[in-house]
């Protein structure tokens, strides 16, 4: 009775499974992008001009038509709208940053713009679809795509407003068609203040939110720029706004920073009316937000310095009281149950007490399962996340609702 007592033992053991369930991948290649669309639509992209697309939940991921000229690509960001609809975005000096569309489900593509600066590099981008009476740029009734990219610093002489011949970060608005085949990157990007060898980390598309009609945070080196832009009343002269947010990450090392920013949903505490020469318009100095910034050195992926950082609800960064694992590339928040969750090369890690804290979701591969299916990952969209050679892998279903604490 015993002797069969400790088989059952065994086999529970041997059945228990990783947290990430490793989905069949089309492809080799370094996926660096990911986006979950919701009712079973998810986009991903990555080196070599890839794109995949699933529509069932991840159980098929198709291997897309490569966009034109994209062979040589890097898509570090996507953002889908619906099964049929994404843009993509590349990363790369100069020439090697594009923005492709596609409004067939990917079995064609269209490049829409070129990066305009030669020794410019995008590094991220948001984008959402319009509402009526929001913008004019396609025949009337015909949705199209607001975005704004962020950019590394460089002289940005395609800029028609900057006689500046320091290098500044670069954050351009964009209108991309989907009924229509018009598209716009605009003229007039705001050039930003950046520091001495200060640059913005293109690893997950996860360094730029958009807080509201032009208002943005910029995660950059070990800093969060806060950008605003806007008309006093009643006489509407445009007037910018901004904030810098300190992020106390001591490495300084190029290679060492910020690498992914997420805020809680709802949680950021809107500016109140301010009176600048006598005239109102909402400036807000440093908005208040929950908010989690991950990082660290990808040079050396096993050192917890420097990882994570929290602001709790103030507009102030700390260093977490006990880090994640080391290096990590991307945070999200799981709003259904209150946990963050964060992803590496060396594993995932979750906080339940708005980044105080991190415990490691620790692997429980099955003898069927690779020994790193909880590891490995470059960018993250609940409940998909994407890694190297071509590595997809979910969320199993109930894995954050139980996580209380360390998953031992």
Not at 78 to 90: E, G, H, L, R, W
Not at 150 to 177: C, E, I, M, R
Not at 246 to 273: C, M, N, T, Y
Not at 347 to 373: F, K, V, Y
Request: hydrophobic share 40%; charged share 20%; with cysteine.
């Amino acid at each position: 009775m015993r002797y069969a007592l400790i088989l059952g033992v065994l086999f529970a053991a041997t059945t228990v499974n990783a947290q990430w369930e490793i989905q069949t991948s089309p492809t080799p290649a370094d996926l660096r992008g990911i986006d979950n669309v919701g009712k079973g639509i998810a986009w991903a992209s990555g080196s070599d001009g890839t794109v995949l697309r699933t529509t069932d939940d991840g159980a098929h991921w198709q291997l897309c038509s490569t966009p034109p000229g994209a062979e040589k690509l890097d898509f570090r960001g996507i953002q889908a709208f619906d099964a049929n609809t994404a843009i993509v975005m590349s990363t790369g000096k100069g020439a090697f940053s594009r923005l492709y569309k596609t409004t067939d489900a990917c079995q064609s593509w269209k490049l829409v713009f070129i990066n305009p600066d030669k020794d410019g590099s995008w590094d991220a981008l948001v984008t959402h679809v319009t509402e009526v009476g929001e913008g004019d740029v396609c025949i009337a009734g015909s949705k199209f795509i607001l975005g704004t990219i962020l950019g590394d610093p460089a002289v940005h002489k395609s800029n028609q407003w900057d006689t500046s011949t320091a290098p500044s970060f670069y954050l351009a608005n964009f209108a991309v068609g989907i009924g229509c085949p018009k598209n716009e990157l605009s003229p007039s990007a705001s050039s930003i203040f950046a520091l001495p060898t200060e640059v913005a980390f293109a690893a997950s598309n996860s360094v730029l939110e958009r807080l509201g009609p032009g208002t943005y945070w910029m995660a950059v080196g070990r800093r969060l720029i806060q950008y605003s832009v806007g008309f006093s009343e009643p006489s509407h002269y445009a007037v910018e706004n901004f904030c810098d947010i300190g992020i106390p990450f001591s490495h300084q090392s190029a290679s060492a920073g910020v690498f992914s920013l997420a805020i809680r949903p709802d949680s950021v505490e809107q500016p109140k009316p301010t009176k600048i020469g006598g005239f109102h318009w909402k400036a807000p100095s440093c908005l208040k937000a929950d908010m989690v910034v991950v990082g660290g050195d990808s040079t050396a992926i096993n050192d917890r310095q420097d990882t994570a950082a929290f602001t709790g609800g103030t507009n102030k960064f700390q260093v977490a009281k006990m880090l994640p694992g080391g290096f990590r590339f991307a945070v999200a928040y799981d709003s259904a149950t209150k946990t963050w969750i964060t992803v590496g090369p060396n594993g995932t890690d979750i906080s339940t007490d708005d980044g105080r804290n991190w415990h490691a979701l620790r692997p429980n591969p099955a003898l069927h399962e690779p020994a790193d299916a909880d590891r490995e990952w470059n960018a993250l969209s609940l409940p998909f996340v994407v890694g190297p050679y071509g590595r997809i892998g979910r969320l199993r279903t109930g894995v954050l609702s139980g996580a209380g604490g360390p998953i031992r």
